[in-house]
């Protein structure tokens, strides 16, 4: 049954885990060319993700200032620092298992933009 289970979750995230590699959305060309691309990608995904963290840090001060309570916000900056943590150190695993070879590069740049769609996302949903 574990199996069948592990099977259907691989069927349903396996297409959408293809679709979302960055250096893939740069289409091709040569590795210089597909790390430029994906340095832009980066660079607007850390931002995008900072206009959408803005927006939840507004939402949470608002919320403990309705509740008179300092808790939203604190634990909002703690879960962000905590996840920019998670995010370099998997991404320098991610790197790590290139060898030191020439998609390197690619490869941790990719991870990072990767997980900061993934957080953005993320953060969109805590906005209330």
Request: aromatic share 4%.
């Amino acid at each position: 049954m574990r199996h069948l289970a592990l099977a259907i979750i691989a069927i349903l995230i396996l297409p959408t885990v293809a679709l979302s590699d960055p250096a893939g959305e740069c289409g091709g060309g040569s590795q210089v060319e597909i790390a430029d691309c994906v340095a832009l990608q980066e660079d607007a995904a850390e931002q995008s993700m900072q206009t959408i963290l803005g927006f939840a840090r507004a939402s949470a001060t608002e919320l403990d200032e309705i509740t008179e309570r300092s808790v939203a916000l604190p634990a909002l900056e703690a879960a962000q620092q905590a996840w920019e943590t998670y995010r370099a150190a998997q991404c320098d695993f991610v790197g790590s298992t290139y060898g030191g070879g020439s998609g390197t590069g690619i490869a941790i740049r990719s991870c990072r933009i990767e997980l900061t769609r993934a957080r953005e996302a993320e953060l969109r949903g805590a906005i209330r």
